[in-house]
């Protein structure tokens, strides 16, 4: 004890010292012992490290904000935006640097070309999310929902840099090693940016036993971002709605490749945009850009319109590139078709769905594959109705995601493969990511059945530090290990992940041999439990009417 707090101590006083050097710098006094301009000084210093106090960086954070200038006369939300900005002014040197690697290195592999290609769109990305997160700070008010917008897009900037870096997980080159010591500090600013969030003053805060944050108000069972036309659409048969463009195989449509569709589709559109999917089997890799805002994809059915490809890692290809559709557009919504990725477990990871897309809803739709079917990027996405299928890892990613009344089937792995349902990949404990799976089945498919046996199953397992995965009312069969969850790599963020189990049922529901993590825990208490329902996790309590389908608002 006494040695770790000679450390803090040192630590405190090389931040002291460097962030006055900052001052120093920046307002030399024309007299050293005038004592306004030691007050001024003084003042400085007490503004950063009270803004910095809770930040997970402090030393950096304190640095950064003495660097900027009259800081004792800006506002909360002005020196995150200032901090913001130097972050941006990092993401486009971090590109300009990839840009250079990616256009005079020779002797690139395919593979390290390929991950800054990643690179470069993700950056892209961060920048689009961290302009709009600064403009949102310009607002002379910052409610409850502008916050939790802000929480998002900051959530999504930082899973964007660590997903640049994890593109070079099987490259045998170096280009990772003279990246990533720039993206880990820019990190590091988003970071501190999240949590001196929490000192906006006048915000209305989530209550301390909120643990995930809200989606917006619930309507019929649909997220209140589906308008009463888009809830229609999502409740019609297909005879019944009016599509903007139509893909057929057969040449009865506008298109005959889901890809010349979207391509077609208005740019930053403000109103839905419904692509019908018409029944049939398309061999495609799909891009929906950030920039095809409100599009849905409308098939005839699972099984029946089906979009397959078969990009996997073991062929030179990124995870974050093997998916078979790719979604990045606000809004995305999809009904009635099959995603699937027909690489085979021996290809290793090998997406069907990536999703990246904010405020996305996916209804009646199958994602198949082996490992890393479903990988549920960033962002806001709700899942209803739906049915994912794989072996490793196969819900994985750092989105906000929310599914319900699914079914999560897992396949036959390879033989020295072990099955896990989900991997979560939150890596700070500010981040409003997650995955609820709520009043699901939890099951074995039926090439598994036969041979569940020789297979082992689990819930999931913790891919980053903070990951975050809770089960509730959901069946689950005989087929889960009875420590029902698994370690990633040792004692890596076993402290700090929140797993949870409430009210499942099902032979393999049984939490009496499950893991004794510190971060994994039963719920017992419905007050907790119910922060991760319809009403709470999405707050939903203001629902007009029931629909045909099935919801649950509350526990019961």
């Not at 972050?87 to 020779?106: F, I, M, P, Q, Y």
Request: glycine fraction near 6%.
């Amino acid at each position: 004890m006494y040695n770790l707090s000679s450390r803090t101590a040192l630590s405190l006083a090389l931040v002291l010292i460097f962030s006055l050097a900052f001052v120093l710098h920046l307002f030399p006094p024309h007299h050293t012992s005038h004592p306004k301009t030691h007050l001024h000084f003084q003042k400085h210093l007490q503004v950063a490290q009270t803004t910095c106090r809770g930040t997970l960086y402090p030393r950096l954070c304190v640095s950064t904000l003495a660097s900027f200038p009259d800081l004792a006369s800006k506002s909360v939300p002005q020196i995150i935006s200032s901090v913001i900005n130097h972050a941006v002014s990092e993401v486009k040197s971090s590109s300009h640097d990839c840009s250079g690697l990616r256009n005079n290195l020779r002797n690139l592999e395919p593979l390290e070309q390929r991950a800054l290609d990643d690179c470069l769109q993700l950056f892209d990305d961060t920048v689009y999310e961290l302009g709009t997160t600064t403009a949102d700070l310009s607002n002379a008010k910052i409610g409850f929902k502008r916050y939790r917008d802000l929480q998002t897009l900051l959530s999504g900037a930082m899973t964007n840099l660590y997903t640049c870096l994890d593109g070079f997980a099987h490259s045998r080159g170096n280009v990772r090693d003279r990246i990533q010591d720039r993206l880990f500090e820019t990190r590091r600013h988003v970071s501190n940016s999240l949590a001196m969030l929490k000192k906006v003053p006048g915000l209305k805060k989530a209550s301390e036993t909120e643990i995930f944050p809200g989606y917006g108000n619930v309507k019929n069972g649909f997220p209140s971002w589906l308008s009463s036309r888009e809830r229609k659409l999502l409740e019609a048969n297909v005879n019944e709605t009016r599509f903007d463009l139509v893909v057929a195989r057969d040449g009865t449509g506008n298109f005959t490749t889901i890809g010349e569709a979207v391509n077609a589709a208005p740019n930053s559109s403000m109103t839905r945009i419904v692509i019908h999917i018409k029944a049939g089997a398309y061999f495609e890799n799909v891009e929906v850009i950030r920039k095809k805002t409100n599009l849905m994809f409308v098939g005839d059915g699972i099984g029946k319109t089906v979009v397959k490809a078969s990009r996997n890692v073991l062929d030179g290809w990124t995870t974050f590139q093997s998916a078979t559709v790719a979604v990045a557009g606000t809004g995305f919504i999809a009904k009635d078709v099959t995603f699937e990725n027909s690489a085979g477990a021996s290809k290793h990871q090998a997406v069907a769905l990536r999703n990246s897309a904010d405020l996305s809803a996916f209804y009646k739709c199958s994602f198949i594959g082996y490992q890393d079917t479903l990988y549920v990027h960033s962002l806001r996405q709700f899942y209803r109705d739906c049915d994912v299928y794989g072996t490793v890892d196969f819900i994985f990613g750092n989105a906000a995601a929310l599914f319900q009344n699914c079914n999560l089937y897992a396949r036959r792995p390879l033989l020295n493969q072990k099955n896990m349902f989900t991997a979560q990949g939150r890596d700070d404990p500010n981040q409003s990511t997650g995955i609820s799976i709520l009043n699901c089945k939890v099951a074995a498919a039926e090439d598994l059945i036969p041979v569940k046996s020789s297979f082992k199953t689990y819930l999931g397992r913790p891919w980053k530090p903070y990951s975050r995965t809770v089960y509730l009312k959901s069946y689950i069969e005989d087929l889960i290990q009875p420590a029902g969850w698994l370690e990633w790599n040792g004692t890596l963020g076993l402290d700090t992940l929140y797993y949870r189990e409430f009210m499942n049922r099902g032979p393999g529901s049984d939490t009496r041999a499950r893991v004794g993590w510190s971060g994994f825990r039963v719920i017992n208490s419905s007050a907790e439990a119910s922060q991760f329902t319809a009403a709470r996790f999405i707050q939903g309590n203001d629902w007009l009417n029931s629909t045909a389908i099935p919801f649950y608002l509350d526990l019961s």
